[in-house]
């Protein structure tokens, strides 16, 4: 039964027109008064007022305006039209802003911005794009002058951060698909076995949580050989005193291939090792020696070195043992019992002298002592955090099309606008990175209502949070910065200005330091 059709037959004199036929013809009061628990109150109708349920978004906004990002991504988008019943450049790149922030993963949530009265005019926009005109838009977008003008705006997002030292973080993720996509084909895929999917190659700058690049291939494309055409890419695009202090990644990157990419560019590697027959064998030869030290979180390490089959040098690994806890021990030996002996890639068990160890191998170009090498691969776990973060709590998990290349500009796009999302966070959170779970409520979410009078915009927030007392006072002094920015930086280009943003963004990763140096700083002055 539709709507109208029950508010009719619930109409008080059951019969002639109903609720609906007479809100048609007669105009809305100006107040009802309802009867309620807590008194008598009266509701007032207000359908033309400018409102928003992401009323704390015009500080981002502000954001985006004093960096200069926002224009200048939206001057270089490579869409083009030839109607001229076409939605503007600006409204279609400004409504897929809007809804990536508002955490949309369908194309068909898109059509919830069109009920935010406030934001769109805020970012320049005349009108909300539709889900089928964003799609239309990435469909007649051209690859390779989409992926160009995506990668030139992903790295001038965190281009001056790499003049300070960092580590590279490479990784895979998959994406299952559930319809007719282009390369959607089955693959390594633990989560969904037999699923078709999309690998996700990513990199990003190692515990900053800022993403370098993510590119969309086939599901059966997860191998580290398909990466490195555009891991290197982006490599030799940058100059040296720029690139990263070492590459760091998982067993996936173990490989001669991989190594040798990296050797030739004399750029320092940090990667695990498959568990191989040979790899099994060191381990077995090295378990009884008595030159293992501590390694930090009751993990022991020892150094060693290893050439394997299809290798053209001995390189140095770093072995690493930790004995499993009793009950750890016990589920081990259990599914020993019970399962049939297959490639995995949890860590392996050993046992030795009655104690059952868990271990890792490592092979690495660093000379650092084997407590820092531990370590350095520990911290790689955080790399996880962003596949989560950016799979669940943001849109790599959809978006989703039958061509493959809208999923990679939709990748890149979210990719962006996160960067944007978690540099403005740390201006107001700089001592951790605040994920979208929390970031959203906290700094996004609150009814505004915009009004007008003597030529003066107003936008009234209210923020629902516990912590909206926090907050204010945040976005506030986040205000105050862009202004002294704004005012006492006149003679900087745009890239100066980003420069101070950033050291104030990771001030505490730079213990308080400016990015690059005074020299350089004076040489980008206008």
């Given at each position: 039964m539709s709507d109208e059709k029950a508010l009719t037959r619930i109409h008080p004199e059951g019969e002639g027109e109903g609720v609906a036929d007479e809100a048609r013809e007669e105009p809305l009061a100006a107040a009802t008064s309802l009867d309620t628990f807590g008194g008598k109150i009266q509701v007032k109708w207000a359908p033309e007022a400018a409102v928003s349920a992401f009323g704390q978004m015009a500080f981002f906004i502000e954001f985006l305006k004093t960096s200069g990002l926002f224009d200048a991504w939206v001057n270089d988008c490579p869409l083009r039209y030839t109607s001229r019943n076409a939605p503007?450049?600006?409204?279609?790149?400004?409504?897929?802003?809007?809804?990536?922030?508002?955490?949309?993963?369908?194309?068909?949530?898109?059509?919830?911005?069109?009920?935010?009265?406030?934001?769109?005019?805020?970012?320049?926009?005349?009108?909300?794009?539709s889900e089928d005109s964003v799609r239309g838009a990435l469909k007649s977008m051209d690859a390779e002058e989409s992926g160009a003008w995506l990668k030139k705006h992903l790295k001038a997002s965190y281009e001056p951060?790499?003049?300070?030292?960092?580590?590279?973080?490479?990784?895979?993720?998959?994406?299952?698909?559930?319809?007719?996509?282009?390369?959607?084909?089955?693959?390594?895929?633990?989560?969904?076995?037999?699923?078709?999917?999309?690998?996700?190659?990513?990199s990003f700058i190692a515990n900053l949580r800022i993403v370098l690049d993510v590119e969309v291939?086939?599901?059966?494309?997860?191998?580290?050989?398909?990466?490195?055409?555009?891991?290197?890419?982006?490599?030799?695009?940058?100059?040296?005193?720029?690139?990263?202090?070492?590459?760091?990644?998982?067993?996936?990157?173990?490989?001669?291939?991989?190594?040798?990419?990296?050797?030739?560019?004399?750029?320092?590697y940090l990667f695990k090792l498959k568990q191989t027959a040979?790899?099994?064998?060191?381990?077995?030869?090295?378990?009884?020696?008595?030159?293992?030290?501590?390694?930090?979180?009751n993990w022991q390490g020892l150094e060693s070195e290893l050439r394997l089959s299809g290798w053209t040098k001995k390189r140095r690994v770093v072995l690493l043992r930790r004995p499993l806890r009793e009950k750890d021990a016990a589920a081990a030996a259990e599914k020993e019992r019970k399962?049939?002996?297959?490639?995995?890639?949890?860590?392996?068990?050993?046992?030795?002298?009655?104690?059952?160890?868990e271990y890792a191998v490592l092979v690495t170009s660093l000379q650092d002592e084997v407590r820092t090498m531990a370590q350095l691969y520990r911290d790689r776990g955080d790399s996880e955090n962003n596949?989560?973060?950016?799979?669940?709590?943001?849109?790599?998990?959809?978006?989703?099309?039958?061509d493959r290349k809208r999923c990679q500009i939709m990748a890149r796009l979210t990719a962006l606008i996160y960067n944007w999302w978690t540099i403005f966070m740390r201006l107001g959170i700089p001592d951790k990175h605040a994920e979208a779970i929390t970031s959203r409520p906290l700094a996004l979410h609150g009814i505004a209502r915009q009004t007008r009078h003597a030529n003066q915009t107003t936008v009234e927030i209210t923020s629902t949070h516990a912590m909206a007392p926090v907050i204010q006072a945040a976005l506030t002094k986040i205000s105050g910065f862009f202004k002294i920015i704004k005012e006492t930086t006149e003679?900087?280009?745009?890239?100066?200005?980003?420069r101070l943003i950033l050291s104030?963004?990771?001030?505490?990763?730079?213990?308080?330091?400016?990015?690059?140096?005074?020299?350089?700083l004076a040489s980008e002055t206008g």
């Open positions: 503007e450049k600006r409204n279609v790149l400004g409504t897929i802003l809007l809804s990536v922030l508002a955490g949309h993963w369908r194309y068909a949530h898109i059509s919830a911005i069109r009920g935010d009265g406030v934001n769109p005019g805020l970012l320049g926009m005349t009108k909300v794009a951060l790499l003049e300070e030292p960092w580590a590279l973080d490479i990784d895979t993720t998959v994406k299952p698909l559930y319809g007719h996509q282009q390369d959607a084909t089955r693959g390594y895929n633990p989560a969904k076995p037999g699923r078709p999917s999309h690998a996700y190659h990513s291939q086939a599901g059966n494309q997860t191998a580290s050989s398909y990466a490195q055409p555009e891991l290197w890419e982006l490599l030799d695009g940058l100059p040296e005193p720029s690139r990263p202090a070492f590459l760091r990644g998982d067993c996936a990157w173990g490989t001669e291939r991989a190594m040798e990419g990296a050797e030739q560019r004399t750029i320092p040979n790899v099994k064998k060191l381990i077995g030869r090295m378990f009884g020696k008595p030159e293992w030290v501590d390694a930090g979180q399962a049939a002996k297959q490639l995995s890639l949890d860590l392996p068990e050993a046992t030795w002298q009655g104690v059952r160890y596949f989560d973060e950016l799979k669940n709590q943001w849109a790599w998990s959809g978006f989703t099309t039958q003679q900087l280009t745009q890239l100066a200005r980003w104030a963004a990771f001030r505490v990763f730079l213990n308080g330091r400016m990015i690059g140096s005074t020299a350089r």
